[in-house]
């Protein structure tokens, strides 16, 4: 039996949150996008390209709008209100045949500490939960402190730790240890309030 179709996914627009926007990148995010993934702690902690050159960006936004119209990934950038200044991105990556996603996010260092990833990361799973997905799971190296308290302020809870799951260093580097992940699952009802 064919699964069914995936559900047509509709972005608000504009997607405001406070001082923050969420929208999907755009080719003239492309610069923004190759200067911010420069970031040593970005490469380290996520599973973008390394090096990251402006071909990378022009993949992303592609795959950005490819996914949505598919309806199996939903990748935003976390801007200013007006769109113009990039401050990270985050996104859903769906598996529609058992209704689970995975959340994933990176902020730019300037960003960090500020309660961004939090506030756009509870929406986003907000949002995937009102698509009807029956589950959000993340995984967070346990070395990146920053990434986990996240995880537990938008109400993840910790289900687990994958031993050397992961590289601690760039993707792909074969001269990186190997780190251990936290994995985190959330369930609709388990979204803790955030603050506005």
């Known amino acids: 039996m064919p699964y069914p179709p995936p559900p047509e996914i509709v972005l ?7 001082e923050y926007r969420l929208r999907p990148p755009e080719p003239r995010d492309v610069p923004a996008l190759t200067e911010a993934l420069q970031s040593v702690e ?12 402006v071909h990378d960006a022009e993949q992303y936004v592609r795959s950005a709008r490819e996914g949505l119209e598919r309806g199996d990934a939903i990748r935003l950038l976390v801007t200013d209100p007006p769109g113009e200044q990039l ?14 996603a995975e959340l994933g996010y990176w902020l730019h260092a300037n960003a960090r500490g500020r309660g961004i ?12 939960f009102g698509l009807g997905l029956g589950r959000i799971h993340l995984q967070a190296a346990v070395n990146n402190p920053g990434s986990v308290e996240v995880a537990r302020r938008i109400g993840f809870v910790q289900e687990g730790t994958l031993r050397l799951a992961a590289i601690d260093g760039p993707a792909g580097s074969t001269a990186a240890p190997r780190a251990d992940m936290h994995v985190f699952g959330l ?9 506005p």
Do not use: K, M, N
Not at 12 to 18: E, Q, R
Not at 42 to 53: G, I, L
Not at 117 to 128: D, I, K, N, P
């Open 12 to 18: 608000p627009h504009p997607w405001v949150l406070g």
């Open 42 to 53: 970005v490469q380290r902690f996520t599973r973008v390209p390394s090096p990251y050159d």
């Open 87 to 100: 401050y990270g991105a985050c996104g859903l990556e769906i598996d529609w045949r058992d209704g689970v």
């Open 117 to 128: 990833a939090t506030r756009v990361g509870s929406e986003l799973c907000r949002f995937g």
């Open 187 to 195: 369930l609709p009802g388990e979204l803790l309030p955030v603050a």
